[in-house]
């Protein structure tokens, strides 16, 4: 028995959780606007694909997000275009318990992230 719950528990923690239905946006004052809205004012983020207006980010992968409220560090390539541009990019996405509706996406060599905010 022990060792079916052990396995059990182990596939549940490795099996991610797709943040679909939910959206983060680099400004929570955003979060009751409607979609476009929020891209003509900042970037939304839906846990694969960032959007601002004629700018578009994706990541390889979609982020793993099953509980916001764990730390985690989710590292994915990537790509970002804008009208006669596209490149290669890598992002470093984090999220902490201490704040469990923020995540730091970092990208490039600046070291410093940007914040997206959880909404709803």
Aim: one cysteine or more; charged letters at 20%.
């Amino acid at each position: 028995m022990r060792l079916i719950l052990t396995t059990f528990m182990s596939l549940a923690m490795v099996a991610p959780l797709q943040a679909q239905n939910v959206d983060f946006v680099t400004d929570a004052k955003l979060c009751p606007l409607e979609l476009i809205d929020r891209q003509e004012q900042g970037m939304s983020f839906d846990g694969q694909d960032f959007w601002e207006i004629e700018y578009h980010c994706a990541l390889k992968e979609p982020l793993p997000v099953g509980n916001l409220g764990l730390e985690i560090t989710h590292v994915s390539a990537g790509y970002c275009e804008e009208p006669g541009f596209v490149y290669p990019t890598v992002f470093v996405i984090r999220a902490f318990p201490e704040e469990p509706d923020v995540l730091r996406v970092y990208q490039g060599d600046t070291g410093e992230p940007t914040l997206y905010h959880a909404c709803g």
